[in-house]
């Protein structure tokens, strides 16, 4: 079709539709169902897991997977972006990452313990394929909109994302506590005993459902977002670290930008948290929460998600006002110090009913600091046309800071045993973003 002009309605639109098709993952194996799903492969009194020749601890194990992930995210995100700009075509990369994505959560459905490594494979392709199709999705929001309307696009993108996986969570939670309905039956071996209950199938078949969703719905956002103006370059070896090279170059930028730079800092140091929190909410649900049965735990940890998403719709907009009554900066110092009491409450809290207040308030600040971060970002760049090069480094700050922020959470939850330990430390991270946030100027 032919490319539609910059602020145009249907582009915005087509852009933000792409949170509608990828959140799913974010919502269902990030989040809440495969959180359960994997805690759920382990014995009550002993969740230890061999893996690459050493004993785990469950949690602390996916938490590592996750870390290294993202380590080879941040690695590889400036070398793709560096070939994406020498050939004119970040649309393709967006639909390698997409598609990778996919596969690996379909992947997931023949996740166990007896095939450990194949199954965190599958995990790792799931987690890639989104964070690497992130680098390129979050580098169109100059291109298709102008610095006015960036703020409201990047939410009703992240608002859009979170109906559409609402949409999804609720036809799996339907499937996960009534299984029979959907003729789904416990999985039982040659000689009459339950291997796995028909609950547990059922989330197997709404991996499937993520992948299957995530690939569909995307086609939409890939027929309408522009190419990019192809060069007719073709890649050789000079190009392949051509990204660190324009990531080096932003960096020198960066140093005759200080509003940006420093803002940069302060992101850097918030997001390790938030995206840490994100990452591991469910598994801290279901490990330090007393549910009292297992039955109760897997529904009200899947009510907790989409408390998360139904008042994270609300957050997000709020946020969005109030960064255009109050400025960005000061509405996102405000929600780093909501996030800071929500670590102190956590590392307290027992009930379920406690839990779902935490959830309440993790949603109404979750969607908001995301949005105003990525917007607060692209409205600092200077004047250029190598957008691609600065969400490069944006992305690959972020990554790095999850990498630390996993490690940091992991290590004290394998030392300590408890993932409350590992809560409470992430109170300093959002403390320090907030003093950095002062330091960002004005103008």
Same mark, same amino acid.
Request: glycine share 8%; net charge positive; hydrophobic share 50%.
């Given at each position: ?9 249907? *582009? ?6 792409? =949170? ?30 061999? &893996?690459?020749? /050493? ?18 995210? %941040? ?42 490594? +194949? ?28 610095? =006015? ?5 990047? %939410? ?36 009459? #005993? ?7 199938? %059922? ?19 890939? /027929? ?35 509003? *940006? #730079? @420093? ?10 948290? $938030? !995206?840490?929190?994100?990452?591991? %909410? ?11 049965? =297992? ?10 998600? *989409?408390?998360?998403?139904? $008042? ?5 907009? +709020? ?5 255009? @009554? ?27 009913? !406690? ?14 600091? !995301?949005? +105003? &971060? @990525? ?38 939850? !394998? ?29």
């Amino acid at each position: 079709m032919n490319e539609l002009k910059k602020g145009s309605k249907k *582009l915005l639109n087509a852009w933000a539709f792409y =949170d509608w098709a990828n959140s799913v993952y974010t919502l269902t194996i990030a989040s809440s169902i495969f959180p359960i799903f994997y805690s759920a492969l382990f014995l009550s009194d002993k969740k230890v897991v061999t &893996a690459f020749g /050493y004993d785990f601890k469950s949690t602390a194990l996916i938490t590592f997977v996750t870390a290294f992930t993202f380590l080879v995210v %941040a690695f590889l995100s400036p070398i793709l972006s560096g070939i994406a700009d020498y050939i004119g075509n970040k649309k393709n990369f967006m639909k390698f990452f997409c598609y990778v994505g996919s596969a690996g959560c379909i992947g997931l459905y023949w996740f166990s313990l007896d095939r450990i490594h +194949l199954s965190l494979l599958f995990y790792f392709m799931g987690l890639i394929g989104y964070w690497g199709s992130l680098v390129f999705y979050n580098s169109y929001l100059p291109d298709i909109a102008y610095e =006015d309307q960036q703020d409201s696009i990047s %939410a009703k993108g992240f608002s859009l994302g979170y109906i559409g996986s609402v949409i999804l969570l609720i036809i799996n939670l339907a499937m996960v506590m009534y299984p029979s309905v959907f003729f789904i039956e416990d999985n039982i071996d040659e000689n009459g #005993k339950v291997i796995e209950t028909a609950a547990q199938v %059922a989330m197997r078949y709404s991996f499937i459902m993520v992948g299957i969703w995530w690939a569909g719905f995307s086609q939409y956002t890939f /027929y309408v977002l522009p190419k990019g103006a192809s060069s007719g370059h073709k890649v050789t070896k000079d190009v392949i670290f051509n990204g660190f090279k324009e990531l080096k170059g932003v960096w020198r930028e960066l140093k005759e930008n200080l509003r *940006l #730079k @420093r803002y940069l800092y302060a992101f850097f140091v918030f997001s390790m948290a $938030v !995206q840490t929190i994100m990452l591991v %909410a469910v598994y801290f649900g279901e490990e330090e929460i007393a549910w009292g049965s =297992d039955e109760a735990k897997t529904t009200g940890l899947i009510l907790s998600i *989409l408390v998360i998403q139904l $008042v994270a719709i609300i957050g997000a907009v +709020l946020t969005s006002k109030a960064s255009s @009554r109050f400025g960005n900066i000061s509405t996102l110092i405000a929600v780093n110090f909501i996030w800071m009491c929500l670590c102190f409450y956590a590392y307290f809290m027992k009930t379920p009913v !406690q839990f779902y207040v935490a959830a309440s308030l993790v949603g109404l600040v979750m969607g908001g600091i !995301q949005s +105003l &971060a @990525r917007s607060t970002y692209s409205k600092f760049l200077p004047e250029t046309e190598d957008t691609t090069s600065y969400f490069s480094f944006y992305d690959v700050a972020e990554k790095i800071g999850i990498v630390i922020g996993m490690l940091i959470y992991g290590f004290i939850d !394998q030392i300590t045993g408890s993932m409350r330990n590992s809560i409470l430390f992430l109170f300093i991270f959002f403390l320090i973003g907030i003093v950095l946030l002062f330091r960002v100027p004005k103008k």
